[in-house]
């Protein structure tokens, strides 16, 4: 089980809980972006880089993440590439993503792509908030509790 972040776009505050939390329960979490990324001195905390360029990240991340491992991403294609996989899917404000869920937000996704193609203008997305950190190390935090249950049995 591993935690892979897609990390080109990720607040500071949001890589910093992932830290935390791989040093006090030893997980691996492994952040990939198109930039070099600087990562506590920690065995199980490592940073990929890849090429410069669309997608470079997400393809990485679709290609190493298996069955088990959670994936940090905003990334809605991805998020869905990785949960065809068995992983499961998070993004910075706390949503997990779902099977079920992950079809309407694609959905979504396309519908707003069409939007903004036609020339319809749409508001940004909000600014990251402390409920949305809370909401994440909440959900980071329960997602590392069913690991822990898992290796103990």
């Given at each position: 089980?591993?935690i892979w972040?897609?990390?080109?776009?990720?607040?500071?505050?949001?890589?910093?809980?992932?830290?935390?939390?791989?040093?006090?329960t030893?997980?691996?979490v492994?952040?990939?972006?198109?930039?070099?990324?600087a990562t506590?001195?920690?065995?199980?905390?490592?940073?990929?880089?890849?090429?410069?360029?669309y997608?470079?990240a997400?393809?990485?991340?679709a290609?190493?993440?298996?069955?088990?491992?959670?994936?940090?991403t905003?990334?809605i294609?991805?998020a869905?590439?990785?949960?065809?996989?068995?992983?499961?899917?998070?993004?910075?404000?706390?949503?997990?993503?779902?099977a079920?869920?992950?079809?309407?937000?694609l959905?979504?996704?396309?519908?707003?792509?069409?939007?903004?193609?036609?020339?319809?203008e749409?508001?940004?997305?909000?600014?990251?908030?402390?409920q949305?950190?809370?909401?994440?190390?909440?959900?980071?935090?329960?997602?590392?509790?069913?690991?822990?249950t898992r290796?103990?049995?």
């Amino acid at each position: 089980m591993r935690i892979w972040v897609d990390a080109d776009a990720l607040p500071r505050v949001i890589r910093d809980i992932l830290f935390r939390a791989a040093q006090r329960t030893g997980v691996d979490v492994t952040l990939v972006a198109n930039q070099p990324l600087a990562t506590p001195a920690a065995p199980n905390i490592q940073s990929r880089q890849v090429a410069a360029g669309y997608d470079e990240a997400d393809n990485y991340i679709a290609g190493e993440a298996c069955e088990g491992d959670l994936v940090i991403t905003a990334d809605i294609p991805l998020a869905a590439e990785v949960i065809e996989k068995g992983a499961l899917a998070l993004n910075p404000r706390g949503e997990l993503y779902t099977a079920d869920s992950i079809r309407s937000r694609l959905n979504m996704r396309d519908f707003m792509d069409t939007m903004r193609a036609s020339g319809v203008e749409l508001s940004t997305t909000a600014a990251f908030s402390q409920q949305d950190r809370q909401r994440f190390a909440n959900s980071l935090d329960r997602w590392l509790a069913k690991q822990a249950t898992r290796g103990s049995h």
